[in-house]
């Protein structure tokens, strides 16, 4: 049985709502069995997507704002979750406020169990992730070391899913770091197509939303990933306008039993 995954980092300025709602009406109509999102911090709008989409809502908690911005939906049985945020650590940043970390949670998909990581981490405004001394580097590797921790300790018996806004090049040093230690496969390895929608100011960013595998003790997992949601869509009150600064990226994921 194959499962299908999309992580997207929703924006949460401008429009978000009416953005969101759009998103939903997409979601509803579509096959995805887990949906990752990132950037959702409105209370209101977890209720929105619950509700238009009825599918399973996850968060790790809504007060004052969601925790971290991360909301997983899912069209199957939720049967574990839990918020793990990140250490704080310098600069300053509205990381701070927001609490930082990773969403995990586990379903039941037909005759199968999958656990979800849906994470979002600092953004570097410097957009300089060669220099180790960087502040904004030093607070990702931090992060990022943290996340490593939380992966090796996911039971080794269920498929693992790491999915998400990770603000780090897929080919940068330290990523790349992070996931040998982690043990994980990077399904878009070598893929260099932004994720990130280029603008006049930022021509061409690199490509920072990832989606990462884990075999299971029993379960091999093979796993194709693209781009979604790159076309303009058109608001409620008539407007065209893309869902996100980011683009979104759809996952398909097919265990099977090792021989």
């Known amino acids: 049985m194959g499962i299908r995954a999309l992580t997207f980092n929703v924006l949460y300025r401008g429009d978000a709502r009416a953005r969101l709602r759009v998103l939903s009406e997409i979601l509803r109509e579509g096959d995805h069995d887990v949906v990752c999102l990132q950037e959702v911090f409105s209370p209101l709008n977890v ?33 574990a979750r839990r918020y793990v945020s990140y250490p704080l650590t310098r600069p300053v940043r509205h990381g701070w406020l927001i609490r930082r970390g990773v969403l995990v949670t586990q379903f039941r998909i037909g005759d199968q169990r999958l656990t979800v990581m849906n994470t979002h981490l600092t953004a570097n405004m410097d957009t300089d992730w060669s220099s180790p001394a960087n502040r904004y580097v030093r607070a990702e590797k931090a992060e990022l070391e943290h ?84 076309n303009r869509v058109t608001l409620p009150d008539g407007r065209s306008t893309y869902l996100s600064d980011h683009f979104g990226i759809e996952a398909d994921l097919h265990p099977t039993t090792r021989p």
């Not at 809502?57 to 997983?72: I, K, M, Q, S």
């Not at 603008?199 to 299971?216: G, K």
Request: hydrophobic share 40%; net charge positive.
């Open 147 to 230: 996340l490593a921790k939380v992966v090796r300790r996911a039971t080794p018996a269920v498929p693992l899913l790491v999915v998400g806004d990770f603000n780090v090049p897929r080919d940068s040093p330290y990523f790349q770091d992070f996931i040998r230690a982690a043990a994980l496969r990077d399904v878009l390895a070598g893929d260099t197509k932004p994720t990130y929608r280029p603008i006049p100011s930022w021509p061409h960013p690199p490509p920072i939303d990832q989606v990462l595998v884990r075999p299971s003790e029993s379960h091999e997992i093979s796993a194709t990933a693209q781009l979604c949601f790159q």
């Open 47 to 79: 209720a929105l997507l619950g509700e238009v989409t009825s599918q399973r809502v996850v968060h790790g908690g809504v007060f004052p704002t969601v925790a971290g911005g991360l909301v997983t939906l899912s069209r199957w049985p939720v049967t």
